[in-house]
């Protein structure tokens, strides 16, 4: 189950990599632990941009993979070619990683769709409440399909 | 990792015994111990000993009953530092080849060690010690033989059977080898055989209890281990540890709290020994995936709910053990990326193979351990019982297991544990350690290795950590500390929960401190963080928020309510004291809160000021719009602000007109600046507060707002930067937030371009500064430029007047070509000096600090100017070259007296000056009339053009010098003159002028007229080259109407001549003038100057004019020495000017011809005897006519 989904801006100048989107669906108390997680995972992904694997097919690669494992949660990552971080927090041991990508996937679309609201000025927060509900229906989606 | 045994820590070394002949046993130790593969030695000094050391305890129970526990905890122990692998009876060769005594107690020595050693399996080795190697040549057949006796007797090999010679150098490093070779090769057989046996136990399935599987299946790994055989000891420890799994939840007589425990700690020996087998292999990615799986397969392991932080703590110290083995072997392990590329599916990470993300696991593990055991304590209340139950607590046989030591009379017994005893023992223990520190020190070792691998977020995640346990310990000041190092990053990359709960911490311990300063400035940018309304449904499920409390609208109403009544109460106030004493804003204790460009308070309060004009005129007034800009979620009253400029006299003050009653304190100093009043002076939350009021400046230069002092309450401000609209940053954090922006001004324009400075000019000069030049200057004189200053509007005090010359073609005065010419004679352009106010004498002082810094600059001081007033001086400028220049003269004053501060008025006035030269002087060199010496210079060929002029010695030639005038203005001609340079010059040469009549007084020279003036030059001495002298020219300027200029001298060098002896000299004599048919004589006189005899041809010429008689042709011989005369009478035939009969002569001595020119042989003939006035002048003016 994915408890957490954020999306990161990307670190420009004086613009930092502040969280353009952050949004959990647990009822229990750690939303802020949520908080850091994700904000921890920034880390891994600097590392990750910093020191690009070498081999063919992960040259062009969105899809980050795992971040890296607590004790609790596993964070996926996922970063666009405009530098904005996509991650996930899931609860699940055993995730497919088709499954995750198929989600950055269609998170990706929603964030493309969010964004080109003419409304919506770039750098700052997407408050777009259909977002948001666009967001929680692919999070549910995430849970019926990797528990069936 | 320091908690566990040494004998787990360190690989089992290979343990052998050494038996009698004590002495030689320190060297062989030392020896064996240096080896490669070392070997630990038992040495034992006595026989008597061997058997105790390997007594084998029998076993007194049947192998149906349970194993009282899995692994014993000093079995280990027992093989590493008791059980040798080998004994290696040392003999001497003395007591072997010595008498039957000694060889009976040798055979009864070795009987009675093989009886000791045969149960336990240990090999045996034996050493004949050579006391010299002189008895080994003694050696002889009963030796022989004692040997062979000995190896039966012993039941060795005869390979095991070895000589140690301990005298001889050479041979003591072979029988070491020797011994050592064969003491490791017996070791590992023992070892293998041993493990050999207890493997057949394995396999033969010879156990009915799986603890006795798992112990068979450790042995069997311990004695690879002894043998250094990795792999096999890595295959029977995963194997032992595939056992132990399965043992979960088999029941067995112990209690089950006390049977998970044993089984974790069994197990965490395996894992340790796995982990430590695998990286010291290399093999980092086994390693980690392996822990992986001990950790996914034990974390759910939470069976004892009794005492759940036992669990929690062994979890942790898997994870600090595991941090420590990979930290250590990280050092030789290669970059972390290849494992993560290395093949692994994609479920190891980068964190995975550094300790760091291990230490913070295990801090977190142990911090859960802390709360559960504060729940387990806080359940039990009857602490006092179980302080005393569990005294005798001690750890048992078993590995994990723990029993009551009983004393009964003299022996201990040991007492099994009812598991609620237990609990109560590890509360007890719990209670004795802070966990806390250990936490912290966990934390810090993490947040250091995610330091050093540049991992900031992680590291601030655990530096929040530390803060929290300090704040649970509430040492303060480390929170404060560590808060404020984290929050920094926060701030940065704008993640606002983290930023508030980071703050509630930091604004409870600056609370807790008592640091009002602190306090309010955390308060404040809490109350100001962008946690927004329809943000805060986000935020409901904050529980761990801390002192923070959830990020919500409410809560920052909360917290600035809270500062806010801060700064409205006083000391006196009641309510001060209800909540925190330390906190408050007294009169002796007053509060500035600075907000610079970079504050994180900018949120709180942001000061734009912006001028209307960009530039304005001094004295005149503009206007200027304060804005205020607050994200507090309440409104704030403003009691008063002060505007602060660079120029403090236009500061100001704005007060509310509702609390200025209130607020009476007003000092005496602030009285004195002006007060504006505003009717409110309310800031709501993302409202722009604009306020606009007029200003003005006297004095001008830059006029900027420097910071804006925002009052609140009596003891409380606020102290803004000020910004300019034009460039302001956005609001930090604020900017990510979707909101509607506003302007800081009303007008846009001004919002995009205000800037918070404005140029005030400077104040327009009333004086007038005038410079007048009458035309060119001349070269050579000093030229003088008046300047005048007239006040006309203001006085002019402490003027300073700034002169400067620059060359007009801009290269200055000097230009590089002629940089060896300038150096020679100084600057072309010359200032020469500042003369002269006209009326005032006490100005003379002011002359005295002329302080000319170069030739082309100067400086000098004027005297105050009353009002309508006039002072002048005169600029002296002397021109070396002819050449154009620019005079830049500017002038400097205050219009104040006594007024230092004020501003300097200046005046600029530039002019161009023309340097011209005024006089050329020329000259030429005349022979006498009629007179023609023959120089032999001007026979011979030379043709160089630099050739001087000849002049013939003791004839006097004539020297005209003229002045022209090349400019237009007339100049005065004083005197012209010729200087001699040197005495001995007038002794050779002598020149005078001519005997002309002397013009008296000067002479007006116009434009493009000369002067001349007639030297004679006669040369006295036969010197060359003769120096002539320098004609000196003395003039000045035709002063018009002005007083008389000064003289000035040009002088020209009169280039060198030649003097040379004339050899002949021909002079042609005639009448000065001739009458139509008088007749007339000629004469041709040739001076022969030479002692020879000169021959000369001469030949005369026809004229039509004249009639003559004489000879035309023929040759004359001249004596030396002496004249001879040519005489010719001749009529002329035709009246006005007319040539005389031509003639020629060559002298064919020196192949030289002359002939008189034209002019010399001309004449005026008069139609008939012309009359004149006075007959007794006439001859004397016709000489005198003749003789020029």
Same mark, same amino acid.
């Given at each position: 189950m994915i408890v957490c989904v954020a999306i990161v801006g990307h670190q420009v100048g004086n613009l930092?990599?502040?969280?353009l989107y952050i949004q959990s669906f647990t009822d229990g108390d750690d939303a802020l632990k949520l908080h850091h997680v994700v904000h921890c995972s920034l880390d891994v992904v600097d590392e990750r941009v910093n020191n690009p694997?070498?081999?063919?097919?992960?040259?062009?690669?969105?899809y980050l993979g795992l971040l890296y494992p607590t004790e609790n949660y596993k964070v996926y990552g996922y970063l666009t070619n405009t530098k904005v971080k996509f991650i996930s927090v899931t609860t699940d041991l055993d995730v497919k990683d088709a499954d995750v990508r198929n989600f950055f996937r269609k998170f990706h679309a929603a964030y493309v769709d969010a964004v080109s609201n003419p409304f919506h000025v770039p750098g700052?927060?997407?408050?777009?409440k259909t977002f948001a509900e666009r967001i929680s229906t692919i999070v549910k989606a995430f849970g019926l399909s990797s528990a069936g | 990792m320091e908690e566990y045994p040494d004998e787990l820590r360190n690989p089992p070394v290979a343990l052998i015994s050494l038996v009698g002949c004590p002495e030689h046993h320190p060297a062989i130790s030392s020896y064996l111990h240096s080896q490669q593969h070392p070997i630990n030695v038992l040495a034992?000094?006595? &026989?008597?000993k061997v058997p105790v050391v390997l007594a084998k305890k029998?076993?007194? /129970?049947? #192998?149906?009953d349970p194993p009282? $526990?899995?692994?014993?905890?000093d079995w280990l122990l027992k093989h590493r530092?008791?059980?040798?692998?080998l004994v290696a009876v040392l003999f001497s060769s003395l007591d072997v080849s010595g008498g039957p005594t000694q060889w009976l107690q040798v055979c009864s020595d070795l009987e009675n060690l093989k009886a000791a050693i045969r149960p336990r399996n240990v090999k045996l080795v034996v050493v004949v010690v050579l006391q010299s190697s002189s008895a080994e040549l003694h050696a002889d057949g009963n030796n022989e033989d004692r040997m062979i006796a000995l190896k039966k007797r012993a039941e060795v090999?005869?390979?095991?059977l070895l000589m140690y010679t301990p005298n001889d150098v050479s041979e003591l490093k072979q029988s070491l080898d020797r011994l050592g070779n064969v003491f490791s090769e017996l070791a590992s057989a023992h070892y293998r055989e041993e493990g050999r046996r207890i493997r057949t136990k394995v396999e033969k399935r010879g156990y009915n209890f799986p603890e006795l599987h798992m112990r068979y299946c450790f042995k069997v790994a311990i004695y690879a281990e002894f043998r250094r055989d990795w792999n096999e000891a890595l295959k029977f420890y995963e194997e032992a540890y595939r056992i132990l799994r399965q043992m979960v939840g088999t029941k067995t007589r112990l209690p089950p709290i006390q049977r998970i425990v044993e089984i974790n700690s069994v197990a965490e020996q395996l894992q340790f020994k796995i982990s430590t087998l695998l990286l010291h292999g290399g093999k980092v990615l086994d390693a980690v995936q392996w822990f992986c799986q001990h950790n996914v397969a034990y974390?759910?392991?939470?069976?004892?709910t009794e005492a759940p932080y036992l669990h929690w703590e062994w979890m942790s110290r898997q994870f600090l053990v595991f941090a420590e083995l990979l930290e250590t072997s990280s050092a030789t392990m290669q970059s972390i990326s290849s494992f993560v590329v290395g $093949?692994?599916?994609?479920?190891?990470?980068?964190?995975? &193979?550094?300790p760091a993300y291990y230490y913070q696991l295990a801090a977190t593990y142990l911090k859960k351990k802390q709360s559960s055991l504060e729940i387990s304590l806080s359940m039990t209340d009857n602490s006092s019982e179980v302080d005393s139950s569990i005294d005798s607590v001690v750890p048992s046989t078993y590995v994990g297991q723990f029993a009551r030591l009983l004393e009964q009379g003299d022996e201990l017994s040991m007492q099994p544990l009812s598991d609620e005893q237990y609990v109560q023992y590890t509360l007890a223990e719990g209670k004795r350690f802070q966990d806390s520190y250990e936490i912290i020190a966990l934390l810090k070792r993490a947040y250091e290795s995610y330091s050093s691998l540049k991992a900031q977020r992680m590291g601030s995640t655990c530096g929040l950590e530390i803060a929290k346990e300090y704040f649970f310990l509430n040492n303060y000041v480390n929170t404060k500390q560590v808060c404020d190092d984290i929050i920094t990053l926060y701030r940065q990359e704008g993640w606002v929960a983290l930023i508030w709960e980071v703050l509630g911490y930091l604004r409870e311990c600056s609370r807790k401190l008592g640091a009002v300063k602190s306090f309010i400035e955390y308060s404040l940018e809490m109350a100001a963080l962008p946690v927004l309304p329809d943000t805060s449904i986000t935020f409901l499920? &904050?529980?761990? %928020? $801390?002192?923070?409390?959830?990020?919500s609208l409410q809560q920052r109403e909360h917290i600035q309510k809270e500062v806010m009544e801060l700064f409205g109460?006083?000391?006196?106030?009641?309510? %001060?004291?209800?909540?925190?004493?330390?906190l408050r804003l007294t009169e002796e204790n007053p509060l500035n809160l600075e907000i610079d460009l970079?504050?994180?308070?900018r949120t709180v309060m942001l000061a734009s000021v912006a001028f209307h004009e960009q530039m304005i005129k001094p004295s005149v007034s503009t206007l200027i719009t304060l804005s205020l800009l607050s994200q507090l979620p309440l409104s704030i009253q403003i009691d008063k602000i002060d505007l602060q400029f660079?120029? +403090?006299?236009?500061n100001f003050s704005i007060i509310n007109k509702e609390r200025y009653t209130s607020t009476t304190m007003i000092s005496s100093v602030q009285k004195s600046q002006r007060m504006e009043k505003a009717s409110s002076l309310v800031l709501t939350t993302n409202r722009w507060l604009r306020l606009t009021f007029e200003i003005k400046s006297e004095q001008s230069g830059k006029l900027e707002c420097v910071s804006i002092i925002v009052k609140l309450g009596p003891h409380f401000s606020i102290i803004c930067r000020a910004e300019s609209p034009a460039s302001m940053d956005d609001l930090p954090l604020w900017k990510f937030e979707d909101r509607v922006e506003t302007f800081p001004t009303k007008d846009p324009t001004l919002a995009l371009t205000g800037q918070k400075a404005t140029q005030i000019e400077e104040p327009e000069p009333h004086v007038d500064l005038a410079l007048v030049a009458t035309g060119p200057a001349l070269v050579g004189e000093s030229f003088i430029v008046p300047v005048t200053i007239s006040a006309k509007g203001h006085d002019v005090y402490s003027g300073e007047l700034k002169i400067n010359l620059v060359d007009v073609r801009g290269?200055?005065? &000097?230009s590089p070509r002629e940089t060896e010419a300038s150096f020679l004679?100084?600057?072309?352009?010359?200032?020469?000096g500042i003369a002269g106010?006209?009326?005032?004498?006490? %100005?003379?002082?002011?002359?005295?600090?002329?302080?000319?810094?170069q030739q082309s600059f100067g400086l000098v001081s004027i005297p105050n100017i009353k009002n309508g007033e006039t002072w002048s001086c005169e600029l002296e400028i002397k021109w070396h070259q002819p050449k154009p220049i620019m005079l830049f003269v500017s002038l400097g004053y205050s /219009?104040?007296?006594?007024? /230092?501060t004020s501003q300097k008025i200046n005046i600029h006035k530039s002019l161009q000056i023309e340097g011209k030269i005024a006089v050329t002087i020329n000259h030429r060199i005349m022979l006498p009339f009629r007179r023609d010496p023959l120089l032999l210079s001007m026979v011979k060929p030379f043709n160089d053009a630099d050739q001087l002029v000849s002049l013939p010695l003791g004839e006097s030639n004539v020297l005209i010098v003229s002045a022209s005038n090349c400019t237009e203005i007339p100049i005065w001609v004083e005197s012209l003159s010729i200087e001699t340079d040197f005495i001995s010059a007038s002794s050779s040469c002598c020149i005078k002028p001519g005997s002309g009549p002397e013009s008296t007084g000067s002479t007006l020279l116009v434009a493009e007229e000369e002067y001349k003036k007639v030297f004679t030059v006669k040369p006295?001495?036969? %010197?060359? +080259?003769l120096s002539l002298g320098i004609v000196c020219l003395r003039w000045r300027r035709d002063p018009g109407h002005h007083e008389p200029s000064t003289i000035v001298t040009t002088k020209h060098r009169l280039p060198h001549v030649n003097v040379e002896v004339p050899t002949l000299i021909v002079s042609s004599e005639c009448p000065p003038y001739a009458v139509l048919g008088d007749p007339l004589t000629y004469f041709v006189k040739i001076q022969n100057q030479t002692p020879l005899l000169q021959e000369l041809k001469v030949l005369l010429s026809d004229s039509q004019s004249f009639l003559m008689s004489g000879t035309h042709s023929g040759t004359v011989f001249v004596l030396p020495k002496s004249d001879h005369v040519l005489s010719y009478k001749v009529i002329p035939l #035709?009246?006005?000017t007319q040539q005389l009969p031509k003639y020629s002569l060559t /002298?064919?001595?020196?192949?030289a011809g002359f002939q008189p020119s034209s002019a010399a042989s001309t004449i005026f003939v008069f139609p008939s005897k012309p009359l004149f006035k006075g007959a007794n002048d006439r001859g004397k003016n016709l000489e005198s006519v003749a003789t020029i």
């Open positions: 930092a990599n502040n969280p694997k070498k081999s063919g097919p992960m040259l062009n690669e969105t700052k927060k997407i408050t777009s | 034992l000094p006595d &026989f008597s029998v076993k007194d /129970s049947g #192998s149906e009282g $526990g899995i692994l014993k905890r530092t008791k059980i040798p692998a090999d005869s390979k095991y974390r759910r392991l939470v069976r004892v $093949g692994t599916d994609g479920t190891l990470t980068e964190w995975e &193979f550094r499920g &904050f529980m761990e %928020s $801390g002192p923070a409390g959830l990020p109460k006083d000391s006196r106030d009641g309510l %001060s004291a209800e909540k925190s004493t330390d970079v504050s994180p308070l660079n120029q +403090p006299q236009c290269d200055g005065l &000097f004679d100084g600057h072309h352009v010359e200032l020469l106010a006209e009326q005032e004498g006490k %100005s003379q002082g002011s002359y005295s600090n002329i302080n000319r810094i /219009s104040q007296e006594k007024d /230092s006295e001495v036969d %010197s060359a +080259p #035709s009246s006005g /002298s064919s001595r020196y192949s």
